[in-house]
């Protein structure tokens, strides 16, 4: 069964500084999406950025970027220029080549100050 | 199309009742998906349907929970003889594999409180 595991569960940043999520999974399927979600406070949950395996180059949307390691199976997101309201909780999940589930980490809380 | 709706927002039930929830996916999403969230965790999968066929149920769906999704459009998730465990966020998520932007939407959730 694929796992996904985020070892971080608080990160703080300062405002206009870059921050790196950690994330990393384990499957032994060959072709899988990986997404980044962000859920502020009693929000809903929103898509930040999606990654599919048999592409190479790492998925970038705007200030959120991602390091995708596929041998190593790690999965990371960087904010850069990190602002007030990028403060939420952040979830790592994995989607398998069928696209019947979705497995999430435990996520990493972020919090940005002034 | 204004992305996934959930009914009601929240719901406070005593122990024992049975509550029902609704969730209106994407019209054109053909994949829909019930998670349970606890607070500060993350969402834990239930269940899922393509179409009208429920394709898979997690075995954190007990024989007391029950979804539906007739005529593959809204769905409903009925929780019978309540237990104070069953206190969660419950995400309804749709998706289509077709779509260009492939990613699962997810509705703001149903709190549920058993008192």
């Known amino acids: 069964a694929q796992t996904v595991t985020q070892s971080q569960p608080e990160m703080s940043v300062q405002e206009a500084e870059t921050v790196t999520l950690s994330c990393t999974y384990d499957?032994?399927?060959?072709?899988?999406?990986l997404f980044w979600y962000k859920q502020p406070p009693s929000r809903q949950m929103i898509l930040v950025i999606r990654?599919?395996?048999?592409?190479?180059q790492n998925a970038t949307e705007n200030r959120f970027s991602v390091n995708f390691q596929k041998a190593a199976k790690s999965f990371s997101l960087k904010i850069s220029d990190s602002q007030l309201g990028d403060a939420a909780m952040y979830f790592c999940?994995?989607?398998?080549?069928?696209?019947?589930?979705?497995?999430f980490g435990k996520g990493t809380t972020l919090s940005v100050s002034s | 199309d204004t992305g996934v709706s959930q009914d009601p927002r929240h719901k406070i039930t005593k122990r024992g009742q049975n509550v029902t929830f609704r969730c209106d996916p994407i019209?054109?999403?053909?994949?829909l998906y019930w998670y349970r969230q606890t607070l500060g965790q993350g969402p834990e999968f239930l269940t899922y349907?393509?179409?009208?066929?429920?394709?898979?149920k997690s075995r954190l769906l007990s024989d007391r929970f029950s979804a539906e999704r007739p005529k593959g459009s809204f769905s409903t998730l009925e929780i019978q003889r309540t237990e104070q465990g069953d206190s969660a966020m419950y995400l309804c998520?749709?998706?289509?594999?077709?779509?260009?932007?492939?990613?699962?939407?997810f509705g703001s959730g149903t709190r549920l409180t058993v008192v």
């Open positions: 998520a749709s998706s289509s594999r077709t779509s260009q932007n492939y990613g699962y939407t």
């Open positions: 499957t032994s399927e060959s072709d899988y999406y």
């Open positions: 990654q599919e395996a048999y592409k190479q």
């Open positions: 999940a994995y989607d398998n080549q069928a696209g019947t589930a979705l497995i």
């Open positions: 019209s054109e999403h053909n994949r």
């Open positions: 349907f393509q179409n009208e066929a429920q394709l898979e």
